[in-house]
């Protein structure tokens, strides 16, 4: 997996030493100022994701010239019933936008009031990562300018 790992890491940053998808995540996202969706899969994420590509590749079309093939349960190869159809498992771990809220911000520029502003979207109010003018919580820090009046 650790080939694998540096590889994704290359693909989200090309001059990126991180050989560690989790790494690279977070010194991508807190570092570079990224946006979580531009940035790595957790290692658990590639290792289902991982699960499923071979599921496919190397189970099902190793298969397709097989009239009657036989395949391993999905559900062993990262795959889920979910509404009677079969889903891609994504993750054991907790999805970060339930838990770790606080790391949502927005890029609106004034007030949030499209549909496009990410804070909305997830029924949050603006916290002090976003780049907004929402709130009285949260007010943007502009930098203080002095000037030598010598």
């Known amino acids: 997996m650790s080939v694998l790992e540096r590889f994704v890491t ?50 099902n079309w190793s298969q397709a010239h097989e009239r009657q093939p036989v395949l391993p349960d999905p559900s062993d190869w990262g795959w889920q019933v ?24 927005c890029t609106c520029k004034k007030e949030c009031r499209s549909k496009r502003c990410k804070c909305n979207k997830a029924g ?13 919580d949260f007010p943007v820090q502009h930098p203080v300018q002095t000037f030598n009046t010598n």
Not at 12 to 39: L, P, W
Not at 82 to 105: G, N
Not at 124 to 136: E, R, Y
Request: proline letters at 5%.
């Open 82 to 105: 979910m509404d009677r159809q079969w889903q891609p498992f994504w993750t054991v771990l907790p999805q970060a936008s339930l838990t770790c809220r606080e790391l949502l911000k």
């Open 124 to 136: 949050l109010k603006c916290t002090a990562l976003c780049s907004c003018v929402c709130g009285a």
């Open 10 to 59: 290359l693909l989200y940053d090309r001059g990126s030493n991180c050989h560690d998808v989790n790494r690279a995540r977070k010194y991508m996202f807190t570092k570079t100022g990224r946006q979580i969706e531009n940035i790595p899969p957790t290692s658990e994420a590639l290792f289902q994701h991982c699960k499923r590509a071979i599921y496919q590749g190397g189970h």
